[in-house]
């Protein structure tokens, strides 16, 4: 095993015009994803923050500095949750970003399979896809 540093996250694949944050397993959605995009001409960064907290600061500068267009994914809920400590961060530091956090939504969520909960809260790979299409002004597929 390999020692991973406190509150680092790593850049998964360099990309333009929009940035794809993961924390957690729901990067493999977002490498998915981002394979799939590269096939359509999109080609969205994908940074694993790894740390909600600490977050990684110079890392999210980074990120901040170079797009204007950001997804967030997340495990967990939305409100509250990795997308909104994002937010935080770029309001604290005078960013300004268009930011779609994906995740479980503030509503009860019926039984199912991991992957139909997924599909159903939609922070799932296609999920993933469709919000890097809207956020770069594209068409989104069902």
């Known amino acids: 095993f390999k020692e991973i540093p406190i509150g680092q996250g790593r850049k998964i694949k360099d990309g333009e015009e929009i940035a794809i944050l993961t924390i957690g397993h729901v990067g493999n959605f977002a490498v998915e994803a981002c394979e799939k995009l590269d096939l359509e001409g999109f080609h969205p960064a ?35 949750g990795f997308g909104s400590a994002v937010a935080e961060f770029m309001i604290t530091h005078n ?6 956090r994906l995740g479980i939504p503030d509503k009860f969520i019926d039984h199912g399979t991991q992957p139909e909960l997924y599909n ?23």
């Open 46 to 80: 994908h940074y694993d923050m790894r740390f909600v907290k600490p977050l990684d600061e110079s890392m999210l500068h980074e990120v901040f500095t170079r797009f204007q267009k950001i997804v967030t994914v997340e495990d967990g809920c939305i409100t509250g």
């Open 95 to 100: 960013y300004s970003a268009n930011i779609t």
């Open 120 to 142: 159903e809260c939609e922070y799932d790979a296609k999920a993933i896809m469709n919000a890097v299409r809207q956020q770069v002004g594209n068409a989104v597929f069902a």
